[in-house]
């Protein structure tokens, strides 16, 4: 039986976590004084609110089991918070508690193939979060990159007939990890009822929206599309886990079940904390002020040294163009125990020169799919402190 095991096992190929290629480019960062300036992973360096810090150590909801689908009081903050911030109301019914969401992107695809076994198709964005295509691998399904048209969001005309049929999933993320385009979300639910496809859109960085105001799509109906939270971004709670899922009732219901099942349950501390961080709204307008500061900031420093770049039209991050494969001037190819990444693209050109010469660690576009090979995306995610670290290197 053990060898059986072992011979299943050994057809799957474990994919390398992303983020592990940047070892080389970690390494020249690091040779500057006062070290590298870790930019790659949106992960907040920000204190989280005192207001969610007292609702975790005042909490005893830890002596029993949490519900899976979130506690009253937390699915009712996360309707609250949906009322005030985009004029929708979704009953706490129709909300559920997901212990992070990039466990719930990789998760959900699993869990809709069963509900819809003649399909085997998700459709997400061509240049995208990982775990949209990576959930559906895990899944055993085809992931199907959706084109990103001319003005940044996804085509959806380009989608074929054939791959609309077998679909049982479009993913949209707007504002977008890594490009800070918004999405049409009216026109991205309204195919989904036509082609009869679950439309589940992330909006993690909703809040962070620098175009306009922030966006749902379920201001546009709740059927057929589920809306997804984190409270990592804007709340700077990454650490502890906590996001939920909102909209189409059966899809809802059917997530909601399924995890019970799996014991997917967020902390009841954890839960006391993440309703405590939607009732309030203070901190969040604080949050927004610290990350545009420091995106006007690192737009600065990049235009000093001759690297065009604008604010994004939401989120965190810099979605900065390699004009070309050549490195910054003063830079050179060729240095002991550097993997020469000149050949993978722009992306990874213009990632070296800001490693080697400012020690900045940034992500290459082609992590989140290849269209963005001739891009880095830059994430906001240091105090302001080191990005003027940076900027005096800049000068030097």
């Not at 609110?49 to 909801?61: H, K, Q, T």
């Not at 001759?306 to 994004?312: D, E, H, I, R, Y």
Request: proline share 8%.
């Amino acid at each position: 039986m053990r060898g059986q095991i072992t011979a299943a096992i050994g057809k799957f190929e474990i994919p390398s976590y992303p983020y592990e290629a940047l070892s080389s480019l970690k390494a020249l960062a690091e040779r500057h004084a006062g070290g590298v300036v870790d930019l790659s992973i949106g992960s907040p360096c920000d204190q989280a609110p005192r207001v969610v810090l007292e609702a975790l150590r005042s909490s005893a909801d830890a002596n029993g089991y949490p519900a899976s689908a979130g506690s009253p009081r937390f699915r009712e903050a996360a309707s609250g918070w949906m009322r005030r911030r985009f004029g929708v109301d979704i009953p706490p019914t129709d909300v559920a508690a997901c212990v992070g969401t990039k466990e719930l992107v990789a998760s959900a695809p699993g869990v809709l193939r069963l509900h819809f076994p003649g399909r085997d198709t998700v459709l997400y964005p061509a240049v995208s979060y990982p775990t949209y295509e990576m959930g559906a691998l895990l899944a055993g399904l085809r992931a199907v990159p959706v084109p990103i048209g001319e003005a940044g969001a996804m085509d959806l005309s380009a989608i074929s007939p054939d791959d609309a049929s077998r679909a049982l999933a479009l993913w949209v993320n707007s504002p977008s990890n890594p490009t800070g385009k918004l999405s049409e979300l009216e026109t991205a639910a309204n195919w989904g009822r036509l082609a009869r496809v679950p439309v589940f859109s992330d909006e993690c960085y909703t809040e962070l929206t620098w175009l306009g105001r922030p966006r749902s799509i379920l201001e546009h109906g709740s059927e057929g599309v589920v809306a997804v939270h984190s409270l990592s971004k804007r709340s700077n709670l990454a650490g502890l886990r906590a996001g939920f899922y909102a909209g189409d009732p059966s899809l809802v219901h059917l997530l909601r079940e399924v995890r019970r099942h799996a014991g997917l349950m967020v902390p009841g501390p954890v839960q006391e904390a993440a309703a405590a961080a939607l009732d309030d709204d203070e901190h969040v307008r604080a949050q927004r002020r610290e990350y545009r500061k420091r995106l006007e900031r690192f737009i600065q420093i990049l235009v000093s040294i001759g690297v065009p770049a604008t604010l994004p039209e939401g989120g965190f991050y810099l979605w900065v163009k390699a004009e070309d494969t050549r490195e910054l001037p003063g830079d050179s190819v060729g240095v002991e125990g550097d993997e020469k990444p000149l050949a993978r693209g722009g992306g990874w050109a213009l990632a070296r020169s800001l490693a080697r010469q400012l020690g900045v660690l940034v992500a290459p576009g082609d992590l989140y799919g290849p269209p963005g090979a001739g891009y880095v995306r830059i994430a906001m995610v240091q105090p302001m402190e080191r990005l003027d670290l940076v900027a005096g290197r800049a000068a030097r």
